[in-house]
Protein backbone atom coordinates (compact mmCIF):
# COMPACT_ATOMS: atom_id res chain seq x y z
CA UNK A 1 0.00 0.00 0.00
CA UNK A 2 2.98 2.43 1.08
CA UNK A 3 4.41 1.87 -2.06
CA UNK A 4 1.32 2.80 -4.24
CA UNK A 5 1.23 5.83 -2.35
CA UNK A 6 4.78 6.89 -2.49
CA UNK A 7 4.35 6.01 -6.27
CA UNK A 8 1.07 8.11 -6.83
CA UNK A 9 2.53 11.17 -5.14
CA UNK A 10 5.89 10.78 -7.31
CA UNK A 11 3.41 10.77 -9.89
CA UNK A 12 1.50 14.08 -9.25
CA UNK A 13 4.68 16.18 -8.10
CA UNK A 14 5.70 15.89 -11.88
CA UNK A 15 2.59 17.90 -12.60
CA UNK A 16 2.64 19.89 -9.50
CA UNK A 17 6.64 20.61 -10.71
CA UNK A 18 5.39 22.84 -13.43
CA UNK A 19 3.39 24.82 -11.33
CA UNK A 20 6.11 25.85 -8.64
CA UNK A 21 8.53 26.60 -11.35
CA UNK A 22 6.06 28.93 -13.45
CA UNK A 23 5.80 30.94 -9.71
CA UNK A 24 9.22 31.86 -10.64
CA UNK A 25 8.08 33.51 -13.08
CA UNK A 26 8.66 30.71 -16.40
CA UNK A 27 6.76 32.34 -19.60
CA UNK A 28 3.44 30.70 -19.40
CA UNK A 29 2.71 27.77 -21.88
CA UNK A 30 -0.85 27.29 -21.92
CA UNK A 31 0.44 24.09 -25.02
CA UNK A 32 3.03 22.54 -22.65
CA UNK A 33 0.62 22.47 -19.93
CA UNK A 34 -1.70 20.91 -21.91
CA UNK A 35 0.92 18.10 -22.87
CA UNK A 36 1.86 17.40 -19.94
CA UNK A 37 -1.80 17.51 -18.23
CA UNK A 38 -3.25 15.00 -20.67
CA UNK A 39 -0.12 13.21 -20.70
CA UNK A 40 -0.73 12.25 -17.08
CA UNK A 41 -3.70 10.75 -16.94
CA UNK A 42 -3.31 8.64 -20.24
CA UNK A 43 0.39 7.43 -18.75
CA UNK A 44 -1.25 6.82 -15.19
CA UNK A 45 -4.41 5.26 -16.28
CA UNK A 46 -3.54 3.41 -19.72
CA UNK A 47 -6.58 1.90 -19.95
CA UNK A 48 -8.82 4.96 -20.66
CA UNK A 49 -8.89 6.38 -23.81
CA UNK A 50 -8.72 10.08 -23.91
CA UNK A 51 -11.80 10.76 -25.42
CA UNK A 52 -13.53 8.12 -22.69
CA UNK A 53 -12.46 10.73 -19.98
CA UNK A 54 -15.61 12.90 -20.44
CA UNK A 55 -17.37 10.09 -19.07
CA UNK A 56 -15.57 10.89 -15.41
CA UNK A 57 -16.35 9.09 -12.67
CA UNK A 58 -17.90 6.16 -14.73
CA UNK A 59 -14.70 5.08 -16.01
CA UNK A 60 -13.93 3.94 -12.42
CA UNK A 61 -16.38 2.28 -11.26
CA UNK A 62 -18.26 -0.74 -12.32
CA UNK A 63 -21.60 -0.45 -10.04
CA UNK A 64 -21.57 3.13 -11.37
CA UNK A 65 -21.63 2.60 -14.75
CA UNK A 66 -24.05 -0.44 -15.07
CA UNK A 67 -26.20 2.30 -13.07
CA UNK A 68 -25.57 4.81 -15.65
CA UNK A 69 -26.51 2.65 -18.51
CA UNK A 70 -29.85 2.08 -16.67
CA UNK A 71 -30.09 5.79 -16.24
CA UNK A 72 -29.44 6.66 -19.59
CA UNK A 73 -31.98 3.97 -20.99
CA UNK A 74 -34.46 7.31 -19.85
CA UNK A 75 -31.79 10.57 -19.84
CA UNK A 76 -32.85 12.36 -16.87
CA UNK A 77 -31.69 15.88 -18.70
CA UNK A 78 -34.61 15.28 -21.54
CA UNK A 79 -36.48 17.81 -20.17
CA UNK A 80 -34.08 20.01 -19.82
CA UNK A 81 -33.41 20.03 -23.17
CA UNK A 82 -37.13 20.59 -24.25
CA UNK A 83 -36.76 23.05 -22.25
CA UNK A 84 -33.89 24.72 -23.14
CA UNK A 85 -34.65 24.08 -26.80
CA UNK A 86 -38.00 26.26 -26.95
CA UNK A 87 -36.64 28.99 -24.43
CA UNK A 88 -33.70 29.55 -26.90
CA UNK A 89 -35.92 29.69 -29.62
CA UNK A 90 -38.66 32.24 -28.16
CA UNK A 91 -38.13 35.56 -29.41
CA UNK A 92 -37.13 38.67 -26.63
CA UNK A 93 -40.03 41.45 -26.05
CA UNK A 94 -37.93 43.78 -28.62
CA UNK A 95 -38.47 40.57 -31.45
CA UNK A 96 -35.12 39.65 -31.38
CA UNK A 97 -33.91 36.12 -29.72
CA UNK A 98 -30.64 34.37 -28.54
CA UNK A 99 -29.51 33.33 -31.82
CA UNK A 100 -28.77 37.10 -33.46
CA UNK A 101 -26.14 37.39 -30.45
CA UNK A 102 -24.15 34.37 -31.78
CA UNK A 103 -21.90 33.19 -34.64
CA UNK A 104 -23.97 30.74 -36.76
CA UNK A 105 -27.26 31.43 -34.88
CA UNK A 106 -25.45 29.46 -31.55
CA UNK A 107 -25.91 26.46 -33.05
CA UNK A 108 -22.76 23.77 -32.60
CA UNK A 109 -20.62 26.91 -31.47
CA UNK A 110 -19.93 25.46 -27.74
CA UNK A 111 -16.97 23.71 -28.18
CA UNK A 112 -15.56 27.00 -28.52
CA UNK A 113 -15.99 28.12 -25.24
CA UNK A 114 -14.72 29.95 -22.61
CA UNK A 115 -13.95 32.42 -25.32
CA UNK A 116 -11.58 34.83 -24.71
CA UNK A 117 -12.85 38.70 -24.86
CA UNK A 118 -10.37 41.19 -26.39
CA UNK A 119 -12.47 44.18 -26.08
CA UNK A 120 -13.20 43.91 -21.87
CA UNK A 121 -10.29 41.47 -21.54
CA UNK A 122 -11.98 38.60 -19.24
CA UNK A 123 -12.93 35.22 -19.89
CA UNK A 124 -16.32 34.75 -21.40
CA UNK A 125 -18.07 31.43 -20.43
CA UNK A 126 -21.31 30.42 -22.46
CA UNK A 127 -23.39 31.08 -19.57
CA UNK A 128 -21.99 34.86 -18.85
CA UNK A 129 -22.58 35.35 -22.81
CA UNK A 130 -25.98 34.35 -22.77
CA UNK A 131 -26.63 36.87 -19.68
CA UNK A 132 -24.97 39.09 -22.55
CA UNK A 133 -27.09 38.64 -24.74
CA UNK A 134 -30.20 39.12 -22.02
CA UNK A 135 -29.01 42.65 -21.10
CA UNK A 136 -27.75 43.98 -24.75
CA UNK A 137 -31.58 42.98 -25.23
CA UNK A 138 -33.14 44.65 -21.99
CA UNK A 139 -33.48 41.59 -20.34
CA UNK A 140 -32.51 40.69 -16.50
CA UNK A 141 -29.48 38.53 -16.16
CA UNK A 142 -29.90 34.54 -15.16
CA UNK A 143 -28.72 32.72 -12.55
CA UNK A 144 -25.87 31.06 -13.69
CA UNK A 145 -26.01 27.82 -11.49
CA UNK A 146 -29.59 26.24 -12.62
CA UNK A 147 -32.67 26.66 -13.86
CA UNK A 148 -33.42 28.09 -17.24
CA UNK A 149 -30.02 29.18 -17.80
CA UNK A 150 -28.57 25.31 -17.42
CA UNK A 151 -31.67 24.51 -19.81
CA UNK A 152 -30.77 26.80 -22.41
CA UNK A 153 -26.88 25.74 -21.84
CA UNK A 154 -27.87 22.08 -21.84
CA UNK A 155 -29.44 22.82 -25.44
CA UNK A 156 -26.80 24.68 -26.75
CA UNK A 157 -24.25 22.28 -25.75
CA UNK A 158 -26.23 19.61 -27.33
CA UNK A 159 -25.69 21.00 -30.60
CA UNK A 160 -22.31 20.39 -30.30
CA UNK A 161 -22.18 16.96 -29.13
CA UNK A 162 -19.09 15.07 -30.50
CA UNK A 163 -17.82 18.31 -31.41
CA UNK A 164 -13.94 18.63 -30.44
CA UNK A 165 -13.41 20.62 -27.42
CA UNK A 166 -11.44 23.78 -29.04
CA UNK A 167 -10.32 26.62 -26.69
CA UNK A 168 -8.10 29.51 -27.74
CA UNK A 169 -5.61 30.92 -25.43
CA UNK A 170 -4.67 33.79 -27.67
CA UNK A 171 -1.23 35.03 -27.25
CA UNK A 172 -2.62 38.42 -25.76
CA UNK A 173 -1.01 39.44 -22.09
CA UNK A 174 -4.76 39.30 -20.49
CA UNK A 175 -5.65 36.30 -22.06
CA UNK A 176 -2.23 34.59 -20.84
CA UNK A 177 -3.22 35.90 -17.39
CA UNK A 178 -6.11 34.79 -17.13
CA UNK A 179 -5.49 31.18 -18.00
CA UNK A 180 -2.55 31.46 -15.19
CA UNK A 181 -4.99 32.66 -12.85
CA UNK A 182 -7.09 29.53 -13.35
CA UNK A 183 -4.59 27.52 -13.26
CA UNK A 184 -3.10 28.61 -9.81
CA UNK A 185 -6.32 28.31 -8.54
CA UNK A 186 -6.67 24.59 -9.49
CA UNK A 187 -3.58 23.82 -7.86
CA UNK A 188 -3.49 26.33 -4.94
CA UNK A 189 -4.28 24.56 -1.31
CA UNK A 190 -7.86 26.21 0.59
CA UNK A 191 -10.37 25.73 3.27
CA UNK A 192 -10.06 24.78 6.78
CA UNK A 193 -9.38 21.04 4.99
CA UNK A 194 -6.71 22.71 3.38
CA UNK A 195 -7.58 20.63 -0.08
CA UNK A 196 -7.12 21.92 -3.64
CA UNK A 197 -8.76 20.73 -6.60
CA UNK A 198 -5.91 19.12 -8.25
CA UNK A 199 -5.75 17.16 -4.50
CA UNK A 200 -8.89 15.30 -4.86
CA UNK A 201 -9.29 15.46 -8.91
CA UNK A 202 -5.27 14.82 -9.88
CA UNK A 203 -3.54 13.21 -6.95
CA UNK A 204 -6.10 11.15 -5.72
CA UNK A 205 -8.19 11.02 -8.56
CA UNK A 206 -10.26 7.31 -9.25
CA UNK A 207 -10.24 6.60 -5.68
CA UNK A 208 -13.43 6.60 -3.45
CA UNK A 209 -13.98 9.67 -1.17
CA UNK A 210 -16.70 7.74 0.83
CA UNK A 211 -19.19 6.46 -2.12
CA UNK A 212 -18.28 8.91 -4.36
CA UNK A 213 -15.53 8.26 -7.39
CA UNK A 214 -13.01 11.31 -7.66
CA UNK A 215 -13.32 12.23 -11.65
CA UNK A 216 -10.14 12.63 -12.63
CA UNK A 217 -9.72 16.55 -13.82
CA UNK A 218 -9.05 15.85 -17.62
CA UNK A 219 -12.59 15.48 -19.59
CA UNK A 220 -14.32 17.46 -16.16
CA UNK A 221 -16.00 19.71 -17.69
CA UNK A 222 -17.21 17.94 -21.50
CA UNK A 223 -21.17 16.58 -20.10
CA UNK A 224 -21.38 19.68 -18.27
CA UNK A 225 -24.41 21.30 -17.96
CA UNK A 226 -25.49 17.96 -16.17
CA UNK A 227 -28.15 15.92 -14.39
CA UNK A 228 -27.32 15.28 -10.94
CA UNK A 229 -28.93 13.10 -9.25
CA UNK A 230 -28.09 14.24 -5.85
CA UNK A 231 -29.40 17.15 -7.06
CA UNK A 232 -32.29 16.27 -8.43
CA UNK A 233 -32.26 18.61 -11.32
CA UNK A 234 -29.61 20.29 -13.83
CA UNK A 235 -26.73 22.02 -12.87
CA UNK A 236 -24.00 24.01 -14.54
CA UNK A 237 -20.16 23.87 -14.10
CA UNK A 238 -20.26 26.69 -11.65
CA UNK A 239 -23.08 25.19 -9.45
CA UNK A 240 -20.41 21.95 -8.97
CA UNK A 241 -17.59 24.44 -8.47
CA UNK A 242 -19.49 25.74 -5.59
CA UNK A 243 -20.50 22.81 -4.47
CA UNK A 244 -16.47 21.46 -4.14
CA UNK A 245 -15.81 24.41 -2.66
CA UNK A 246 -18.12 23.86 0.15
CA UNK A 247 -17.52 20.54 0.72
CA UNK A 248 -13.65 21.72 2.04
CA UNK A 249 -15.22 24.80 4.14
CA UNK A 250 -13.39 27.30 1.54
CA UNK A 251 -15.72 30.32 0.96
CA UNK A 252 -17.27 29.50 -2.88
CA UNK A 253 -16.47 32.55 -5.36
CA UNK A 254 -19.41 34.25 -7.02
CA UNK A 255 -20.52 32.26 -9.79
CA UNK A 256 -19.65 35.62 -12.00
CA UNK A 257 -16.60 36.04 -10.56
CA UNK A 258 -13.20 35.81 -12.19
CA UNK A 259 -12.23 33.48 -10.07
CA UNK A 260 -14.72 31.02 -11.77
CA UNK A 261 -13.90 32.30 -15.26
CA UNK A 262 -10.86 31.65 -15.19
CA UNK A 263 -10.75 28.56 -13.46
CA UNK A 264 -13.38 27.69 -16.30
CA UNK A 265 -10.73 28.34 -19.12
CA UNK A 266 -8.46 26.62 -17.75
CA UNK A 267 -10.16 23.66 -16.72
CA UNK A 268 -11.98 23.64 -20.30
CA UNK A 269 -8.71 24.34 -22.23
CA UNK A 270 -7.00 20.75 -20.42
CA UNK A 271 -9.89 19.43 -22.37
CA UNK A 272 -9.31 20.44 -25.79
CA UNK A 273 -9.30 17.58 -28.32
CA UNK A 274 -11.96 15.83 -26.34
CA UNK A 275 -15.59 15.52 -27.39
CA UNK A 276 -18.25 17.97 -26.31
CA UNK A 277 -20.70 15.33 -24.56
CA UNK A 278 -23.02 17.28 -22.97
CA UNK A 279 -25.48 17.48 -21.26
CA UNK A 280 -24.71 14.55 -19.02
CA UNK A 281 -25.55 12.89 -16.15
CA UNK A 282 -24.52 11.89 -12.98
CA UNK A 283 -25.57 9.77 -9.85
CA UNK B 1 -26.40 18.91 25.39
CA UNK B 2 -24.84 19.25 21.81
CA UNK B 3 -22.04 16.90 20.39
CA UNK B 4 -19.02 18.81 20.85
CA UNK B 5 -20.03 20.29 24.91
CA UNK B 6 -20.83 16.63 25.38
CA UNK B 7 -17.27 15.10 24.63
CA UNK B 8 -16.09 18.22 26.03
CA UNK B 9 -16.98 17.01 29.70
CA UNK B 10 -16.55 13.52 28.71
CA UNK B 11 -12.76 14.17 28.43
CA UNK B 12 -12.89 16.59 31.58
CA UNK B 13 -14.46 13.70 33.18
CA UNK B 14 -11.25 11.53 31.84
CA UNK B 15 -8.81 13.58 33.48
CA UNK B 16 -7.29 15.74 30.78
CA UNK B 17 -5.94 12.32 29.10
CA UNK B 18 -2.66 14.36 27.93
CA UNK B 19 -0.39 12.90 25.23
CA UNK B 20 1.47 9.95 24.99
CA UNK B 21 0.00 9.46 29.00
CA UNK B 22 -0.47 5.69 28.87
CA UNK B 23 -3.69 5.31 30.66
CA UNK B 24 -6.61 2.26 29.75
CA UNK B 25 -9.17 3.93 28.13
CA UNK B 26 -12.87 4.15 28.84
CA UNK B 27 -15.82 2.75 27.01
CA UNK B 28 -17.12 6.20 26.91
CA UNK B 29 -13.84 7.55 25.45
CA UNK B 30 -14.32 4.65 22.46
CA UNK B 31 -17.42 5.43 22.15
CA UNK B 32 -16.74 9.01 21.67
CA UNK B 33 -13.73 8.62 19.27
CA UNK B 34 -15.92 6.33 17.36
CA UNK B 35 -18.40 9.04 17.08
CA UNK B 36 -16.06 11.49 16.02
CA UNK B 37 -14.55 8.83 13.28
CA UNK B 38 -17.69 8.28 11.27
CA UNK B 39 -19.10 12.27 11.68
CA UNK B 40 -18.63 13.90 8.93
CA UNK B 41 -18.15 17.32 9.93
CA UNK B 42 -15.64 16.12 12.60
CA UNK B 43 -13.18 13.16 11.78
CA UNK B 44 -14.62 11.78 8.75
CA UNK B 45 -11.88 9.56 9.09
CA UNK B 46 -14.09 6.94 7.10
CA UNK B 47 -14.65 9.16 3.52
CA UNK B 48 -11.08 8.24 3.16
CA UNK B 49 -10.18 4.97 5.12
CA UNK B 50 -12.10 1.66 5.39
CA UNK B 51 -11.79 0.29 9.04
CA UNK B 52 -14.48 -2.16 10.64
CA UNK B 53 -17.71 -1.37 11.32
CA UNK B 54 -17.61 1.74 8.95
CA UNK B 55 -20.54 2.27 6.22
CA UNK B 56 -19.40 3.46 2.65
CA UNK B 57 -16.37 3.82 3.14
CA UNK B 58 -13.71 5.74 0.85
CA UNK B 59 -9.87 4.03 -0.43
CA UNK B 60 -8.25 7.56 -0.58
CA UNK B 61 -5.61 7.27 2.63
CA UNK B 62 -4.78 3.24 3.62
CA UNK B 63 -6.95 0.70 5.37
CA UNK B 64 -7.16 0.93 8.89
CA UNK B 65 -6.64 -2.30 10.75
CA UNK B 66 -4.42 -3.53 13.23
CA UNK B 67 -3.81 -0.18 14.20
CA UNK B 68 -1.54 -1.15 17.17
CA UNK B 69 1.45 -2.36 14.76
CA UNK B 70 0.65 0.39 12.00
CA UNK B 71 1.18 3.26 14.26
CA UNK B 72 2.47 1.47 17.82
CA UNK B 73 3.73 5.00 19.55
CA UNK B 74 0.88 7.07 20.17
CA UNK B 75 2.70 10.56 19.87
CA UNK B 76 3.23 9.58 16.37
CA UNK B 77 -0.41 8.65 15.86
CA UNK B 78 -1.44 12.21 17.64
CA UNK B 79 1.09 14.28 15.14
CA UNK B 80 -0.62 12.16 12.21
CA UNK B 81 -4.04 13.30 13.02
CA UNK B 82 -2.84 17.06 14.48
CA UNK B 83 -1.26 17.88 11.21
CA UNK B 84 -0.07 14.69 8.61
CA UNK B 85 1.07 17.72 6.13
CA UNK B 86 3.93 18.13 8.63
CA UNK B 87 5.54 14.29 7.65
CA UNK B 88 4.07 14.94 4.09
CA UNK B 89 3.60 17.75 2.49
CA UNK B 90 1.49 16.41 -0.35
CA UNK B 91 -0.69 14.72 1.59
CA UNK B 92 -4.76 15.21 1.45
CA UNK B 93 -4.94 14.03 5.12
CA UNK B 94 -6.48 17.28 6.33
CA UNK B 95 -4.70 18.95 9.50
CA UNK B 96 -7.67 18.42 12.04
CA UNK B 97 -5.11 20.10 15.15
CA UNK B 98 -3.50 22.72 13.33
CA UNK B 99 -6.57 23.86 11.71
CA UNK B 100 -8.77 23.18 14.58
CA UNK B 101 -11.05 20.93 12.96
CA UNK B 102 -10.56 18.54 16.50
CA UNK B 103 -9.48 19.66 19.64
CA UNK B 104 -6.99 17.61 21.88
CA UNK B 105 -9.65 15.74 23.64
CA UNK B 106 -11.23 14.68 20.61
CA UNK B 107 -7.85 13.36 18.59
CA UNK B 108 -7.04 11.38 22.25
CA UNK B 109 -10.85 10.22 21.69
CA UNK B 110 -9.94 8.95 18.21
CA UNK B 111 -6.64 7.34 18.96
CA UNK B 112 -8.94 4.66 21.28
CA UNK B 113 -11.21 4.26 19.24
CA UNK B 114 -8.64 3.48 16.37
CA UNK B 115 -6.54 1.01 18.74
CA UNK B 116 -9.23 -1.18 19.27
CA UNK B 117 -9.30 -1.51 15.26
Redesign the interface.
Known amino acids: MKSIIMALMGASLALFGPLASARAAAPINPQADLKAFQGYFLKRFPNVPLAAYVNGPYNFSKSEADQWKQIMEFPPYQFALDTGKSLFNAKFPNGKDYASCFPNGGIGIAQNYPMFDAKTGRVVTLGIAVNRCRVANGLKKLKLTTGPMADILAYMTSTSDGKKINVVVPNNPKALAAYQAGKEYFYSRRGQLNFSCASCHVQEAGMHLRGNVLAPALGMTASFPLYRSKWGNMGTLVRRFIGCNKKVHSAPAKPDSAAYRDLAYFLTYMDNGLPVSGPGARP | MNLRASLFSLSLLAGLSAVGVSQAATPAQIAAGQEIAETTTLGNC ?3 HMFTGAT ?5 G ?2 LKDVKSMVPNRKEFYAIIYDE ?1 AR ?1 P ?1 T ?1 M ?2 FGK ?3 LSPEQINDVIDFMYTK
Not at chain 2, 56 to 60: M, R
Open positions: DACEAGNVPAENQVPANHI
